[in-house]
């Protein structure tokens, strides 16, 4: 490995340094506040480190790695969104009597293996970052380990995860009898060819279904709820954007680089799972009392638009994935960020009747949630409404109007659950209330500020973030 290579990976290897730096922090002093600003400080160094790492790209490092512009934009996401995750989770167990210290080394490990995913060029590249991200997660959704509900929902993560791994394992099986190679170029070279043999194609299939699991698309979607409740709230925002973000960029990279759009079998095997889950999720979110419940099931069905874009094939849907996507973070932290910052040692804010009257108690608090509901819904001056015009777009210059058709529709659907909590928020508050509201920190209001500003500059003016996507992916085209 050259000095090339090693600054095309500085910002992966800060992280892992960062991780280990933190395990001896805490060795020596024992401090939640000291830890969570090392963890921050790594991150810091970690951003810095791309001026290094951009003029060294597109690099291909050994068979295992590919840095290029599209893997340095979704590690940069990865990177803001646990910089995010640490800061809501630094006011998250501020007050609860736990051992906090080691959280941080856990999210920063589930982040390398994230920046691992989005640069992996092989099967065993892919596998262990997805391991080294699934077992940080085990924990994550566990913790604090003194809660029954926490780790109820980490033992459902882990069975189910466990469970998936082994069909990824597998189908890579299968695909390397077949193809005799695990590289994915090779695998992408027999794979345009046409040449599917039961072999190839079943190991697909396999593949397909562990990335279906992580995606949580119906019908391997049955974790999500119960995960997203059982989970800590800042545990659920990193589960709901950058686990899934992390897959839906290798999904791009590997199946894009297959040419699997232009597979009449991969199209309608990836439209069932499109449709299933855009109508599945908003459907279900119906019947939900629970804010992380119904933003678990709208998780799904985001999932399945995304799909559409996907299926678009070529560059231009890979960058429309890639805007959603960025949108789609930006939401979830402030909706996540919301909850976390009213939960209190009681537990998470997150029944729908927690927040009837927060207009009256907590007016930014709510301005704020009203704001991300509203772009998940996809209303216009937001970033979810630029971000599913996109979808849209993208979907009909394809030709694949039955997928668009069933976007708009279950959008429609969708706008429903996201009003209950709305009208919940400015309706009359209740007499009693059955559970006291923390108030906002300062710096969660920092944190909860930029977010709004960023989702309504950019549902206003997306044209720099649109010009900034395209040229860091053009190398991917």
């Not at 009257?357 to 409404?385: C, D, E």
């Not at 009359?428 to 108030?439: D, I, N, R, V």
């Not at 709004?452 to 900034?468: K, N, S």
Request: proline share 4%; aromatic share 12%; glycine share 8%.
């Amino acid at each position: 490995m050259t000095g090339h290579d090693l600054l095309a990976l500085l910002p992966m290897i800060i992280i892992a340094s960062t991780s280990v730096v933190v395990m001896l922090g805490i060795a020596l002093h024992r401090s939640h506040g000291f830890t969570c600003a090392l963890a921050l400080y790594g991150i810091y160094l970690s951003a810095l480190s791309f001026a290094f790492a951009v003029p060294e790209v597109p690099r291909r490092i050994t068979p295992l790695i590919v840095v290029d512009g599209f893997a340095l934009l979704y590690m940069a996401l990865i990177l803001a969104s646990c910089a995010i995750t640490v800061i809501l989770s630094f006011f998250y167990f501020k007050d609860r009597n736990v051992n906090r210290e080691e959280f941080y080394i856990l999210l920063l490990l589930a982040t390398l293996g994230s920046m691992v995913l989005v640069c992996s060029s092989h099967f065993a590249s892919f596998f262990l970052g997805l391991e080294l991200l699934s077992i940080s997660l085990y924990s994550l959704i566990a913790y604090p380990k003194s809660s029954h509900r926490h780790a109820e929902a980490g033992m459902k993560y882990l069975v189910l995860a466990a469970t998936s791994s082994a069909f990824l394992l597998f189908g890579m099986a299968l695909v390397y009898a077949d193809a005799g190679a695990m590289d994915l170029s090779a695998i992408a070279t027999k794979a345009l060819r046409g040449s599917y043999t039961m072999p190839f194609f079943g190991g697909l299939m396999l593949i397909l279904v562990g990335i279906a699991f992580k995606l949580a698309l119906v019908p391997f979607h049955m974790w999500t709820p119960d995960v997203y409740e059982g989970a800590p709230a800042p545990v659920t925002a990193f589960i709901a954007t950058v686990s899934k973000g992390a897959i839906f960029a290798l999904l791009l990279r590997y199946f894009t680089e297959m040419g699997s759009q232009n597979s009449p079998s991969m199209l309608m095997i990836f439209g069932a799972l499109s449709i299933a889950s855009m109508i599945g999720g908003n459907l279900l979110a119906l019947f939900q009392n629970n804010v992380k419940r119904i933003l678990a099931y709208s998780s799904i069905a985001h999932m399945g638009y995304l799909l559409v874009a996907f299926l678009a094939g070529g560059a231009a849907g890979a960058q429309v994935v890639t805007f959603y996507l960025i949108t789609y973070f930006i939401t979830n932290f402030g909706a996540f960020g919301v909850i976390t910052f009213l939960s209190n040692a009681e537990g998470d804010a997150e029944n729908i009747e927690c927040y009837r009257g927060l207009a009256w108690r907590r007016p930014a608090a709510a301005a704020v949630f009203t704001a991300m509901l509203f772009s998940l819904a996809g209303i216009p001056l937001t970033a979810g409404f630029i971000g599913k015009f996109y979808l849209i777009s993208s979907g009909a210059s394809s030709g694949l109007w039955l997928l668009t058709v069933t976007l708009a529709l279950s959008s429609v659907i969708g706008l429903f659950y996201y009003l209950r909590i709305i009208v919940s928020l400015y309706s009359p508050p209740a007499q009693k209330e059955t559970y006291s509201l923390s108030m906002v920190p300062f710096a969660g209001t920092i944190v909860l500020a930029v977010l709004t500003a960023l989702l309504l500059c950019i549902g206003v003016y997306p044209g720099p973030l649109i010009e900034g996507i395209t040229t860091l992916m053009g190398k991917f085209s």
